[in-house]
């Protein structure tokens, strides 16, 4: 059974940086790609960061490029977006995703999801 578990939301200061992690059970974050997605209040879910399976591209959106970076720890078998210079526009429910082929942006083509954690940004 695959698990996916979110945690490091929380309230920060414009400015300021957080960092997400993504515990995985029931598969291997090397062997998929992983995004991280994020819905805000009254709006749709949108991509915000990829890294894709095996040679591990990454790819962002472009609201958060040059801010944020997903990375993976192989041996822990986790995911982190690490996110700076965080914006009031920045909060949302963030959520991490898998997918065994190498769909990046389609979230219809993820097949697993967390629960999400919420990242609130103050002004």
């Known amino acids: 059974q695959v698990q996916l578990v979110e945690s490091g939301g929380g309230l920060v200061q414009a400015g300021g940086s957080l960092r997400l992690s993504c515990a995985a059970s029931?598969?291997?974050?090397?062997?998929?790609?992983m995004g991280w997605f994020r819905q805000a209040q009254g709006k749709e879910r949108e991509f915000v960061a990829a890294l894709t399976r095996g040679g591990a591209s990454t790819y962002y959106a472009d609201s958060v490029k040059g801010r944020f970076t997903i990375s993976r720890d192989n041996a822990k078998n986790m995911v982190y977006l690490q996110m700076n210079s965080l914006k009031p526009e920045d909060t949302a429910v963030y959520y991490c995703a898998a997918n065994s082929g190498y769909s990046v942006r389609q979230q219809s083509l993820y097949d697993y999801w967390g629960q999400g954690t919420q990242v609130t940004v103050s002004s």
């Open positions: 029931g598969l291997t974050v090397s062997s998929v790609t």
